[in-house]
């Protein structure tokens, strides 16, 4: 399942992915009650998506990012070795889920060092709050913040709802846009070029 992944992934054009030791049924990384597989099959997980990666067909940059949960669910001892271990099998990043603090940030960053270490900076977390400069100050080669989008949009459409129910019009949330604005953040323009180009007359009217 790892070493098909990987060769979907590539195929996608994306440009990395993640490779953990949850178990399959697995929750998020903030949450707690995580269970985690042995070294052994992490370790083969790990080498599975490299093999796989190394063996497509002209090559592939394909960034292989190697996660532990251990942290939470045994200690700091155990998450730092299987990720050295997964470095060792050619992991390319190495990432340390619900790191619990700045300390342990940096120490993960020394003891893996030279492999980069990622941060995933979840607001509310377990995580501490940590800026792009303290990451890349602390040795962090790479900061994601998943929520970023998703929970924005939650408190967008609640208040354009709020907005809604007080005024009765959703004139103050659109802001001005109106349908053929939002079709074009959706891609209406690209459309209208290829349908252009071919000779159709899909769009020949808006």
Avoid: W
């Avoid at 992991?91 to 940096?106: G, H, I, K, N, T």
């Avoid at 907005?163 to 079709?183: H, I, N, Y």
């Amino acid at each position: 399942m790892v070493a098909r992944t990987v060769t979907q992934y590539h195929r996608a054009g994306l440009a990395g992915l993640h490779i953990e030791d949850q178990v399959q049924t697995k929750r998020c990384g903030h949450l707690t009650g995580k269970q985690i597989v042995d070294r052994d099959e992490f370790v083969t997980r790990i080498r599975a998506a490299v093999t796989a990666r190394d063996s497509i067909p002209g090559g592939s940059d394909l960034v292989i990012i190697a996660r532990t949960d251990a942290e939470q669910v045994t200690d700091m001892d155990e998450a730092i070795t299987r990720l050295k271990l997964a470095g060792d099998a050619g992991a390319d990043v190495c990432f340390l889920e619900a790191v619990r603090s700045a300390d342990d940030l940096q120490r993960t960053v020394k003891a893996l060092a030279p492999k980069p270490v990622l941060f995933n900076a979840v607001t509310g977390g377990v995580s501490p709050s940590v800026t792009v400069k303290e990451a890349e100050a602390a040795g962090v080669k790479i900061i994601i913040f998943p929520l970023i989008s998703a929970i924005s949009m939650v408190h967008a459409i609640r208040s354009a709802l709020k907005s809604l129910k007080e005024t009765g019009t959703d004139v103050p949330s659109a802001r001005g846009m109106g349908p053929k604005q939002f079709f074009e953040v959706m891609g209406l323009k690209e459309a209208i070029e290829i349908d252009a180009k071919v000779g159709a007359t899909t769009f020949s009217t808006l």
